[in-house]
């Protein structure tokens, strides 16, 4: 254990020092963007060693677990005051914002109503603005002055007006990574978090709703569910024109399709024996053309001319997007009988079972809201199961209670064989707990730790079993929105099981949901920027497991997270795929990755069967996985109920007793 120990307080050394290596790095790249030409060969020479520190960087990050985070659920009840300013503020403000790798990424509609409830606030000369490691949920924007940023006590920059300061707090509940004092007195304007997430999902479903009741009133688009119509909204573009453009030209070929969002438009036609054209009529905001072209005619049989000084903008969806969004909708709406009859069976099963029978063995696994033990019942050593128990004071602390009985109540639905069941749960002043299959395998984190990647077959395996996962909890409108290595477990035989429902949610049909959840390398951009988000977002982490699994390492990683984040933001196209991905396997990640949620594989008309058919699993036995006739890649070797041995050790529980918690939200669990 004590070697175990240090070699833990070896690896951390090393990952503090590559991540004062990557801030350098980065400082000298600053430095070199300025002067380009005097010192190209240095930049060379700096791309290679930044490459080289990148993988050492890698492969010992590689070696922690990755700690999932959340925020508090988002409440659209929430009044938000606006506070006036005057327009150098207001200009200063959007500017910091446009300047801002991630905020940047904000529709200006959301940006002028942050611009408007940002309220002001003022700091002395040396007082302390943002506290590193302090638990932030406020942005700034400094107005005035001049500011120092510090880490571990050290000097890094100065910031002048126009900057924004601590972002990553708007996003969730975090620990602060750096030290801003007032180098001087300075005035800031500010935002909380929970102003921020209302305006991101009231300007989110107040466009939803605009757009849906545009739809609606197209023939074509009338009878379609919600739905349908949601995802076609998400692919819907914004199209600007000037004054006198034609949109759409008689006679032209065309498959696109245009709903008038902003101004006018004239629509005129060739007359046989006159020069001019005849005006027809005049089109304003809501009314639509072209939708012929998305059933298959496109010779254009009119001419659609902008007619606003202010210019057009429309609403714009081509046949293509259309009819990949858009078939005979054969959802899943029956009741599921079986999961009700395995329910009561479990319950009879277990019926007997309390907390005080339950023996320790070792533990499993350590998380954030407690510990994941090996259990026996008492003198039944012929079978052993994992408890789960969490911490009730940390749960109200950190807002998760949703979260908690959400959990309860889907595991307590799912019959699965690729998702680990939840048997019976307990609970006291101090502990919430959850008695739950037992997978001796271990982690297929550790696996890959350990083995560094997965080869093609081997990933397509384990791969192929998460998407039996999803596939079951996707048809019962569940998401589950913390996909990685280290919930995925090995069951006795060599399968893997999906674990940890600690985010998973069942969303209303045609729905989303808005809280921000997952582990930062996972995450899928409409998350990040607070835009909605449902099942698709779990197809953005299946490409990013595939990549993980193939490579050793998930394609979007930065030395925090908010440089995660950005690189996510950035988009697929713009990572480096290692030769060792093969080209159908690199084609299926980047259709998975698709920065639009609407054009996701597994989330377009075909539904998940579409990933299960491509290139990249040709000949894989689809029909013996789910039959458990198909042997696994790895085979673990397990000598008795109560072997360990495939897990990673664990010191023992030296955390204070936590409080007891009596306020009752628990009461169903």
């Known amino acids: 254990m004590e070697k175990l120990n240090e070699l833990q307080l070896m690896i951390n050394n090393v990952f503090n020092t590559l991540k004062v290596f990557s801030y350098i790095i980065e400082e000298i790249q600053t430095i070199m963007e300025k002067k380009d030409d005097e010192i190209k060969g240095l930049q060379d020479e700096v791309k290679i060693f930044r490459s080289i520190t990148d993988i050492i960087y890698m492969k010992a ?20 005051g606006r506070i006036d300013k005057d327009l150098r503020s207001r200009i200063l403000i959007k500017e910091a914002i446009l300047s801002n790798d991630f905020m940047k990424h904000l529709s200006m509609a959301q940006i002028e109503e942050i611009v408007d409830c940002m309220f002001p606030i003022t700091f002395e000369r040396n007082s302390t603005i943002v506290r590193e490691g302090d ?30 300061l601590g972002e990553l707090a708007i996003l969730y509940n975090c620990k602060r990574t750096a030290t801003i004092t007032a180098a001087v007195d300075c005035r800031l304007w500010a935002i909380d978090r929970q102003s921020f997430q209302t305006i991101m999902m009231r300007t989110g479903l107040t466009k939803q709703a605009e757009y849906t009741d545009f739809l609606k009133s197209v023939p074509i688009f009338k009878n379609l569910p919600d739905e349908a119509l949601t995802k076609i909204t998400d692919v819907l573009e914004e199209t600007t024109y000037n004054n006198g453009d034609y949109i759409v030209r008689q006679g032209a070929r065309g498959d696109t399709f245009f709903i008038i969002s902003k101004g006018q438009v004239r629509v005129t036609m060739k007359q046989k024996d006159s020069i001019e054209d005849k005006f027809i009529r005049t089109l304003r905001r809501g009314d639509f053309f072209g939708e012929k072209a998305l059933q298959g005619d496109d010779l254009r049989t009119a001419n659609i001319i902008a007619n606003d000084v202010d210019g057009v903008t429309c609403l714009v969806i081509d046949r293509e997007t259309f009819n990949q969004l858009i078939s005979p909708l054969d959802e899943i709406r029956k009741t ?62 950190t807002r998760q209670q949703q979260h908690i009985m959400s959990e309860k109540r889907i595991m307590n639905e799912t019959n699965c064989d690729f998702i680990v069941k939840l048997y019976k749960t307990f609970k006291d002043d101090k502990y919430l707990y959850m008695l739950m299959e037992v997978c001796l395998g271990g982690e297929l984190w550790t696996v890959l730790r350990d083995r560094g990647h997965f080869d093609d077959p081997t990933t397509r395996f384990y791969t192929a079993c998460v ?90 990683t930065g030395s925090d997270p908010m440089k995660t984040y950005n690189i996510i933001l950035k988009g697929i196209d713009t990572i480096d795929f290692p030769k060792i991905i093969t080209r159908n396997a690199s084609v299926l990640i980047k259709k998975l990755c698709r920065d639009n949620p609407a054009e996701r594989l597994g989330h377009q008309k075909g539904g998940i069967s ?46 204070p007793v936590p409080p007891d918690d009596l306020s009752g939200w628990d009461a169903d669990f």
């Open 467 to 556: 998407v039996e996962a999803f596939d079951y909890l996707h048809s019962r409108n569940i998401i589950y929105r913390d996909l990685k290595p280290e919930n995925l477990l090995l069951d006795n035989e060599g399968y893997v099981k999906v674990v940890d429902f600690g985010f998973a949610k069942r969303l209303d049909h045609g729905k989303k949901t808005w809280t921000f959840c997952g582990t930062p390398e996972y995450v899928a951009p409409e998350v990040i920027l607070n835009r909605g988000h449902d099942i698709s977002a779990d197809y953005w982490s299946l490409g990013v497991l595939i990549f993980e699994l193939l490579t050793g390492a998930p394609p979007f």
């Open 336 to 397: 599921y009988e079986d999961e009700l009859v395995e329910r009561r069976r479990l319950d009879e099963e277990f019926r007997h079972v309390q907390l005080h029978h339950l023996r320790r063995i070792a533990t499993l696994g350590v998380g954030g809201f407690g510990r994941v033990e090996l259990v026996q019942i008492g003198d039944d050593s012929s079978q052993a199961f994992s408890l789960k128990q969490m911490k009730k004071a940390q749960i109200v602390e």
């Open 135 to 164: 638990v932030g949920s406020t942005v700034f924007v400094l107005d005035e002055g001049k500011v120092e940023v510090s880490r571990d006590g050290k000097y890094l920059s100065n910031l002048t007006p126009g900057k924004v």
């Open 610 to 655: 579409e990933i299960q058919k491509h290139k990249w699993f040709d000949g894989f036995n689809w029909e013996g996985l789910r039959l458990r006739t198909l042997d696994p890649p790895i085979r673990p070797r397990i000598r008795a109920p109560i072997d360990t041995s495939n897990f990673d050790e664990y010191p023992p529980d030296n955390d």
């Open 61 to 80: 990050k590689r070696r922690r677990k990755r700690n999932a985070i959340s925020a508090e659920p988002v409440s659209n009840d929430k009044s938000i």
